[in-house]
């Protein structure tokens, strides 16, 4: 991400949503909104044209849905983040939008400061997993009851016990400064086990190391 403003791209069919959006992401708390879409077909072109840091993204418009539009974003080469929009009854779709790529999701009702905070994290590399509904999402996977492949568990066994708490926490959605903190170790520490993971793995990104955890079986939903 480039120094200074977050460049951010808001992607929504509905003018009122787009118009609080920009109301939040305002350059006095660190924000500049390069471009809007109102289809997730026209996503692409302008990620293309106007070089976001990161997409904040609606889960569900009238045409090319969150879903696809983050899929496609994210074939983009150095393509940026996406932070999903959701409603709170939207679990149903939201391990589609990380399976698609998306780097986590925030609640549209959110205060604002948690947007902006979310949107940072996003755009800094991490990944955002709105508390208020992880859990919810996380059983919905356990509900699909699809056999996980013996190639999952034998990637895990790859991994070191350490790997597999860090790659845990991040599934959960924690930071590199939260994972540092709940294991005791500096954030070196953690940017060197995520290398690793990713590395053991062949993930390309913490989007795709979530999905691995959530497939393999590693994170269990908060009940």
């Known amino acids: 991400m480039a120094a200074g403003l977050i460049r951010v791209l808001l992607v929504d069919d509905q ?5 609080g959006l920009r109301g939040i992401l305002r350059p006095q708390y660190g924000f500049e909104v390069v471009g809007e879409c109102d289809d997730g077909a026209e996503v692409v072109d302008a990620v293309q044209r106007l070089a976001p840091d990161v997409v ?7 045409n090319i849905d969150g879903v696809e539009a983050t899929r496609r974003v994210r074939g983009v080469d150095g393509g940026p983040p996406v932070l999903v929009l ?11 939008a990380l399976r698609a790529g998306a780097a986590g999701f925030q609640l549209k009702d959110a205060p604002g400061e948690e947007l902006h905070r979310s949107v940072r994290v996003v755009a800094d590399g991490d990944a955002w997993l709105d508390p208020a509904v992880t859990g919810r999402v996380l059983a ?8 996980r492949p013996a190639e999952l ?10 790997e597999v708490e860090v790659l845990g926490l991040m599934a959960r959605g924690a930071t590199n400064a939260e994972i540092a903190a709940e294991l005791f170790v500096g954030e070196g520490t953690v940017k060197t086990h995520i290398g690793h ?8 990104d913490r989007a795709a190391a979530i999905v691995f955890a959530f ?3 590693l994170v269990e939903p908060e009940v």
């Not at 904040?56 to 009238?62: A, E, Q, S, T």
């Open 215 to 217: 497939d393999a079986g």
């Open 140 to 147: 919905a996977y356990r509900a699909q009851d699809v056999a």
């Open 86 to 96: 959701t409603t709170y009854d939207d679990d149903e779709v939201l391990s589609a």
């Open 197 to 204: 993971i990713f590395s053991k793995l062949h993930l390309r």
């Open 56 to 62: 904040v993204m609606d889960i569900r418009m009238k």
């Open 153 to 162: 568990q034998e990637r895990v066994e790859r991994l070191t016990a350490r």
């Open 15 to 19: 003018e009122l949503v787009r118009a």
